[in-house]
């Protein structure tokens, strides 16, 4: 009790009544001697007279508070020290504030800025994302051509503006070299956006043109890490690739580019064909953002756009023409687009917010009630000494408010790391525009909403303490009165809903948890331990033919082999989980030439002849490649059982022959069939594959699959030396493990598995906390009634079951609530669940038991303390 | 712990603390003893009664208080009445006198009357 009177430091008023009492003992002392007593004697007697110091200063204190209604400072210390008093409940009560307002507040905060913050540009409703679904193709893609036929004819927009499908490239000339990502946009991309470079310029119209002077653009990271944030940097150059870009501006810090999976460090000039030219022998594929002009909906934007894709079709060369069956054009506002993927896991997030704060708002409401029923006397008394109703409000607002910002303190806290540790396991996908901080509105609405239920509650008993049955408080000590029924009833019904919405939360956490559970377990395909991967991509300029990008990763891979510790290394030109893939279509010999442009599609990927036995991708026919595959003329090709099964159902895969990409490409033959890989995601059955003998065709980028005996972190460094030892202006990226490749590919599944469960973690904590207060005051309030039963000869069980039946009701209320809104609202998740329906009997029955038995754990301890209740000190118990 | 030997009747105790401290300015401790005296130790007032009492009169504005030397020389919070205190002490003194009126009356009335 000492260390708050400590924390408000002695008062003058304090002093001063320290020194009279003191006066008072020292005088009575003075007179006892005086009439002849021993001093010793004396200053015992005084001292049993006078009672102790700290007793009478306390009542001085106690007695002053009703007459004193102007200080306030006076009411905060007489409720520290009422809540100190009560310190069991005051932690508890804190702690849900704390975790209620704070966890809310952190999750809410980055829900907000993924989700409901405007995009970081100006003007960003008027932003538009406009794309074109092709039938033929199954995705939606914009060709450049409609892209200029919209930009230069449309009506509804201000501008409308490209970006290609990004890259990256070999930065050289400023310090290590290092691979850098880009992107090339339109020139009037960034004024589309409203941003404008801090230094420098923007791109000029002529620079998107074909044949455009090669210009670049820096971000400000780039410019800050490697030119040293040099002030001069505008007319400098940058060499990419080993070719030489002008710098021709640097952009603002809090800069990022309109698409969360992009971060380029270098911006270059899209140049795309000036005139719409249908009949080109190659096209891009581009990316559509547009500045809407005042006052046009997106579904006039849309109208408009449609017919001009439309119009278009007259103007494509006859074979093509059928391509743009049914299609279809959308054009949305550019944060849906940026945010739209991710808006059922933020909002089932949301919502899982929102009922963690409502259990939190509850349980305050409960502890309120539960602790100030228990005050009930002392209130009746202040009354009756003479405090106004008005006076006993104030009291217990400042003892609500006190509470309050205690709670809201401990929230802050908790919220601030709440925030820094979603900061920094955000996954990729949900990463915003923007830092992430504490939201102060969030922040003060959840403090609003919980600290409102602490006070509101708080001052239930004030309306009743100043009511007339304050003969009954007096005569009894409230032990009967104030449980009254209707009472009680409210606080079961609050802690029956607490179940209900904790019992909620925990459905949702368990379906995730299994459905994660069962995605982490899916095989692979091939086996991810101790294996090492790193990329690198080699420059057309420097290594311009096949025989060259052959004989550097040749050289690499001898380098590797012989490190020790090294068992096996590869080459492939797709790892799985990446980013990287390429497709062709393919035809089975015997089947009839289907149309032109119609022809089924195959992932494909060249592989070196060791790929399979580093990855461990199980053989089920024939052989892995041998070096004699790559002879010019030999045309070899693996399999993988899913294209087996689909396209080569008749007979015996092996010896068949298959012709990838145009009919004037060769036939291959089959050698081999391998067991089916999870390339894309593991949620995803496997796509059949073709595997082609690595020869450096078709890609200059490819990686290195390293198996190693041990940890194969600790090979990465001696790795890369390999590849700098043989080009040292050969920069490689992504060294990581096969085994962490595999783990970032489930880190959203993860993350809401994470999320959902720490929520329900508190929701059970809050709900374990309301029903132990409940159960706790249920035994306090009937300890009277509880002696008598025991004098009467009630055995301990009858008195255990007499406790746990009231909060067995409870239980039974909340659960049955819980599975009833559990039916109705897990639907809602069946997008995130993986091979787990949303109604699981497994689920629902687990949770069930779970909260069951943390129920009756909470409920047990205090009825096992009523059992031991000695009925004569029970009876006299007030 | 000394008990007061009779239950004071609420109220009572400030208007004796009015009365005593009527008689001049002093200290809590003389105030205790004079109550004692002049109740010839019928009143024996608890410290945690009295100061309680002496801090609400105060606030209450019916008493102030100041620190000055004692009769020992000694510092002591030495309490006087105020005008308010005494108006205050005049309207406790006469509804106390009314209130023993009544009840002597009530007492002395003859018991038949009690009767229907």
């Known amino acids: 009790m000492n260390w708050i009177r400590r924390a408000f430091r002695k008062s003058q008023g304090e002093k001063s009544l320290d020194k009279e009492l ?142 290609d499908g990004g890259g990256q490239a070999n ?56 030119f040293h944030a040099d002030s001069g940097i505008v007319g400098k150059s940058i060499e990419l690739d080993g070719r030489f870009y002008a710098i021709v501006g640097v952009l603002p810090a809090n800069f990022h580019f309109p698409d969360k999976l992009r971060d380029p460090q270098c911006l270059l000039p899209f140049q795309l064909p000036v005139k719409v030219d249908w009949g080109a022998r190659s096209m891009h594929l581009v990316r559509v953002v547009g500045r809407l002009a005042p006052g046009v909906s997106f579904d006039q934007a849309r109208a408009d756009l449609t017919t001009l894709a439309l119009q278009s079709n007259s103007a494509i060369p006859a074979p093509f023409v059928h391509m743009r069956d049914g299609l279809q054009v959308q054009v949305i506002p550019l944060h849906q687009k940026i945010v739209g993927d991710v808006r059922t896991a933020l909002l089932v997030l949301l919502v899982a917010v929102v009922l963690v704060l409502l259990i939190a708002c509850v349980n305050v409401a409960n502890l309120q009630l539960v602790r100030t029923a228990g005050r009930h006397k002392e209130l009746a008394v202040r009354a009756a000494i003479g405090a106004s109703r008005a006076r006993l409000i104030q009291q217990l607002l400042i003892e609500g408010t006190a509470l309050a910002a205690m709670g809201g303190a401990a929230a802050l806290v908790l919220a601030a790391i709440g925030v820094r540790f979603l900061r920094i396991s955000l996954p990729a996908t949900i990463t915003q525009m923007g830092a992430i901080s504490i939201d102060r509105p969030v922040l003060l609405f959840a403090l609003a909403i919980t600290c409102f239920t602490a006070i509101l509650f708080g001052l239930a008993p004030a309306f009743r303490a100043s009511k007339p049955d304050l003969n009954d408080a007096l ?130 990927q060249e592989v070196s002849p060791d790929y399979f036995q580093t990855m461990r991708i ?255 000190t029970a009876l006299r118990y007030e | 712990m000394a008990e007061p030997k009779t239950e004071l009747l609420r109220g009572t105790l400030d208007m004796l603390i009015l009365k005593v401290v009527a008689l001049g300015p002093s200290h809590g401790y003389a105030i205790a003893q004079r109550l004692r005296q002049i109740s010839k130790d019928f009143f024996q007032i608890h410290q945690g009664s009295l100061y309680p009492a002496l801090h609400r009169l105060e606030d209450r504005g019916w008493l102030q208080a100041e620190w000055k030397a004692s009769e020992t020389g000694r510092e002591a919070k030495f309490y006087s009445l105020t005008k308010k205190g005494r108006r205050q002490m005049g309207a406790e003194v006469a509804e106390w006198e009314r209130l023993c009126d009544a009840v002597g009356l009530f007492l002395r009335a003859p018991e038949k009357e009690s009767q229907p």
């Not at chain 1, 913050?117 to 092709?134: C, I, T």
């Not at chain 1, 009680?488 to 925990?506: I, M, N, Q, S």
């Not at chain 1, 060769?666 to 390339?679: K, T």
Request: glycine letters at 8%.
């Open chain 1, 475 to 604: 005569k009894d000590g409230g032990s009967f009165a104030s449980g009254s029924y209707a009472q009680h009833g409210l606080r079961g019904a609050l802690v029956a809903v607490e179940f209900t919405l904790a019992f909620l939360l925990l459905i949702g956490s368990g379906l995730l948890i299994r459905s994660f559970v069962r995605l982490s377990n899916v095989a692979p395909g091939f086996e991810p331990g101790n294996v090492l991967t790193v990329s690198t991509e080699l420059p057309t300029a420097k290594y311009s033919g096949n025989p060259q990008r052959q004989a550097f990763f040749s050289q690499v891979l001898d380098h590797v082999r012989t490190l020790p510790g090294v068992r096996s290394a590869a080459v492939t030109t797709r790892l799985p989980f990446g980013r990287f893939w390429g497709s062709a279509s393919f035809l089975v010999e015997g089947q009839p030439e289907p149309p032109r442009g119609t022809s089924p599609m195959v992932l494909n």
């Open chain 1, 171 to 226: 930065l050289t000339g400023a310090g290590e070299a290092e691979r850098i990502e880009t992107t090339a946009i339109t020139a009037n991309f960034l004024t589309v956006l409203g941003i404008l470079p801090v230094r420098g310029r923007a791109f000029l119209p002529d620079e998107d043109r074909p044949a455009g002077p090669p210009v670049a653009l820096l971000a400000d990271s780039l410019w800050r890490r490697k």
């Open chain 1, 22 to 163: 003191q006066f008072h003992l020292d005088r009575q002392i003075a007179d006892y001697v005086a009439a002849g007593v021993q001093p010793e004697e004396a200053r015992r007697r005084a001292r049993l007279e006078f009672g102790s110091l700290d007793s009478a200063k306390e009542e001085v204190r106690d007695t002053q508070w009703e007459t004193r209604p102007e200080n306030v400072f006076r009411d905060f210390r007489y409720a520290a020290r009422s809540l100190r008093k009560d310190s069991r409940f005051t932690i508890v009560a804190v702690l849900a504030l704390a975790l209620g307002i704070g966890a809310t507040t952190a999750i809410f905060s980055v829900v907000n800025a993924a989700l409901a913050r405007p995009l970081p540009y100006q003007d960003p409703s008027r932003l538009a994302w406009a794309d074109e679904f092709m039938p033929h193709m199954n995705d939606w893609v914009v060709p450049n051509p409609e892209y200029t036929n919209w930009s230069t004819n449309n009506h509804t927009f201000e501008a409308i503006a490209a970006y």
């Open chain 1, 618 to 872: 199980p053989i089920l026919a024939g052989r892995s490649f041998i070096p004699s595959d790559l002879a010019p003329d030999s045309h070899a090709v693996i399999v993988s059982a899913a294209f087996a099964q689909r396209s080569l159902p008749s007979g015996a895969p092996l010896s068949k022959r298959v012709r990838l990409g145009a009919p004037t490409d060769p036939w291959s033959v089959v050698v081999g069939v391998v067991g089916d890989v999870h390339y894309a995601s593991l949620g995803v059955p496997p796509e059949p594959q073709v595997y082609l003998p690595y020869d450096g065709e078709n890609s200059s980028l490819a990686s290195l699959v390293v198996r190693t005996q041990q940890d194969p972190r600790g090979l990465a460094s001696l790795v890369r030396a390999q590849f700098g030892a043989i080009d040292p202006a050969q920069p490689v990226f992504d060294i990581t493990t096969m085994a962490q490749r595999l783990d970032d590919s489930i880190e959203t599944p993860r993350f809401n598995m994470t999320l959902l469960a720490i929520f329900a973690a508190i929701a059970l904590v809050l709900a374990t906390i309301g029903i132990y207060g409940v159960v706790s005051y249920f035994v306090a309030q009937r300890t009277h009634e509880i002696g008598i039963r025991v004098a009467l000869g009630a055995a301990p069980s009858d008195i255990l079951r007499l406790v746990l039946g009231q909060g067995a009701v409870m239980i039974a209320v909340g659960l049955a609530l819980g599975v009833a809104g559990s039916l109705v609202l897990t639907r809602y998740l069946a997008e995130l669940l993986y091979s787990v329906g949303p109604v699981d009997p497994l689920t629902i029955l687990s949770v069930a038991v779970l909260l069951i038995l943390v129920a009756l754990a909470a409920c047990y301890f205090p009825a096992k303390r009523a059992t031991r209740l000695d009925p004569m």
